[in-house]
């Protein structure tokens, strides 16, 4: 049973040249990555992210998941859906590096929020990868971005609304489905679920840092970016 598994852009993510799935099995909590080798399928366990305080942690992934190919081997992102954490896993020669990068601080393990039920991923020139995430406890998305072995996460949509009515500020529903591609330049754009109005927000980097966002022209509903 294949479950959760997003989009994922052109080229297929390979390892040793084999095109790569990753999947989660009926019954079993953990990820699975599969290969056809000499015409069988071959699949490998990913290991769970390790846990401060708990030397065993039980993975619970679902519903979000994506897969890019990464500047030192194929990277999957997941949603941890019993911490609530965005996870990263890349398979390097060496093997699987799991890593909890976001809804949980990495010292302590103290609970930081609900974070990566939606997410998108994308990886670009000068070795970085980036995975825009819903915060679902801010309301707000997020990017993490990982070059050189460091990561980094910046707000890129706080869904802040000004109501032309009222003038009052409200919070709009935003991330609640996610696209993100990487300019030839390096810069991120974002594309983002408004599902309090039913549109779509764009958010590109800017050289300076930060991000711009605009909503996408139009009268109708829309829904399902991919950028």
Same mark, same amino acid.
């Given at each position: 049973?294949?479950?959760?598994?997003?989009?994922?852009?052109?080229?297929?993510?390979?390892?040793?040249?084999?095109?790569?799935?990753?999947?989660?099995?009926?019954?079993?909590?953990?990820?699975?990555?599969?290969?056809?080798?000499?015409?069988?399928?071959?699949?490998?366990?990913?290991?769970?992210?390790?846990?401060?305080?708990?030397?065993?942690?039980?993975?619970?992934?679902?519903?979000?998941?994506?897969?890019?190919?990464?500047?030192?081997?194929?990277?999957?992102?997941?949603?941890?859906?019993?911490?609530?954490?965005?996870?990263?896993?890349?398979?390097?020669?060496?093997?699987?590096?799991?890593?909890?990068?976001?809804?949980?601080?990495?010292?302590?393990?103290?609970?930081?929020?609900?974070?990566?039920?939606?997410?998108? /991923?994308?990886?670009?020139?000068?070795?970085?990868?980036?995975?825009?995430?819903?915060?679902?406890?801010?309301?707000?998305?997020?990017?993490?971005?990982?070059?050189?072995?460091?990561?980094?996460?910046?707000?890129?949509?706080?869904? /802040?609304?000004?109501?032309?009515?009222?003038?009052?500020?409200?919070?709009?529903?935003?991330?609640?489905?996610?696209?993100?591609?990487?300019?030839?330049?390096?810069?991120?754009?974002?594309?983002?679920?408004?599902?309090?109005?039913?549109?779509?927000?764009?958010?590109?980097?800017?050289?300076?840092?930060?991000?711009?966002?605009?909503?996408?022209?139009?009268?109708?509903?829309?829904?399902?970016?991919?950028?």
């Amino acid at each position: 049973a294949v479950t959760g598994v997003q989009t994922c852009a052109l080229p297929i993510p390979v390892v040793d040249g084999t095109p790569a799935v990753v999947w989660q099995p009926s019954g079993n909590w953990g990820l699975q990555l599969s290969r056809r080798l000499a015409g069988v399928w071959v699949a490998e366990a990913i290991p769970p992210a390790p846990l401060a305080g708990d030397p065993s942690p039980v993975s619970v992934y679902g519903p979000a998941l994506a897969m890019t190919s990464g500047p030192t081997g194929l990277a999957v992102a997941a949603y941890e859906a019993k911490g609530g954490d965005l996870v990263l896993a890349v398979r390097s020669a060496n093997g699987w590096n799991a890593t909890r990068i976001a809804g949980r601080d990495a010292p302590s393990g103290a609970d930081q929020g609900d974070v990566g039920a939606s997410l998108a /991923m994308a990886s670009g020139g000068a070795g970085r990868l980036v995975i825009a995430y819903r915060d679902r406890s801010r309301g707000q998305v997020f990017l993490a971005s990982s070059q050189g072995g460091v990561i980094s996460s910046v707000a890129v949509d706080g869904g /802040m609304q000004t109501d032309p009515e009222s003038g009052l500020a409200r919070v709009d529903l935003v991330g609640t489905a996610l696209s993100v591609a990487v300019l030839p330049d390096g810069r991120a754009v974002v594309a983002s679920q408004d599902a309090s109005h039913g549109r779509i927000r764009v958010s590109v980097e800017a050289p300076s840092g930060g991000f711009v966002t605009r909503s996408m022209p139009g009268n109708e509903t829309q829904g399902w970016p991919v950028v």
